[in-house]
């Protein structure tokens, strides 16, 4: 059966807490997910003192005069904090995983024996960081958003040439909006992006409410990234646009309902289940008036009824001109055994 593998994107929303982190993977665990994963940066590597926040930071922190690096420097995980998360997410048997935002930390990443790495979509014009990433890790997944397809061509291939094979890239269709107007998705570029680039597909997905990342995974999508919260009034960049734990843990369930529908043969032929069915819903030629043997059967003599476990309706003109070798009564469901032979 396919498995659609889901990440519950923790990212910042820990808010610096570290207990805060630890309920995340709690919720995580929760719903069901393969991996709950958070940010690794160093702020001052990652942004400079100039930088400033994005639209949705603003809003969503209400604060205009803090910098985009005082932001971050306030949401940056420790190596304790790491090792901690870790150790968590080992005694709770869910795969912790994380986002590296600089060199520093795709180098830590890699130390800790992740083997796996997730490009986020800010850094995929970052050629120093891509080569990287393709040098200390085996498999990629690399988001896009604010990507065009040339893009993609261009860090496609520097993980190439630095030996990571295509069977080893996932790309995610991804649109950096927090949250994503619905009518900015287009989500059937992720269709397009894997009949281009011949690698296997996901979505990273930052919309309200939990119906994008189902229908992605109905279209094809093996991989779902979604953002959640604790609690998505709390102050940070990131919570108004992610699931509340009631939410991620609906989101999973419809997501493992979407894997075994789509996971059958693709022949259109009675299953298992429905067997039992057939019978019942399916209707027999039956008579629908008295009938004396040695009469003749003629179409007016015929009723389809409930069960069909008698002669189908299908072979109704075969019967026309057959000679009964018995009397029946009205209602009758005619059988082979009814005819004269």
Known sequence: MKHTVIIAEAGVNHNGNLDNAFKLIDVAVAAGVDYVKFQTFKADKLVSSAAKKADYQIENTQNNEESQLEMLKKLELSIKDH???IA??????IKFFSTAFDLESLTYLSSIGLDMVKIPSGEI???????????????????TGMATMEDIHLAINVFLKNGIGKDDISILHCNTEYPTPMHDVNLKAMLHIGEVFGTEVGYSDHTLGIEVPIAAVALGARIIEKHYTLDRNLPGPDHAASLEPLELKAMVSAIRNIDAAISGSGLKEPSISEMKNSSIARKSIHLNRDKKAGEFLSAEDFEMLRPGDGISPMIMDDLIGKELNKDLEAGHKLSFTDFVL
């Open 125 to 143: 014009t970052n050629l120093p960081y891509l080569r990287r990433a393709a040098e200390l890790f085996s498999k990629v997944i690399l988001s």
């Open 83 to 85: 090792e901690n998360l």
């Open 88 to 93: 968590y997410c080992k005694s709770k048997n």
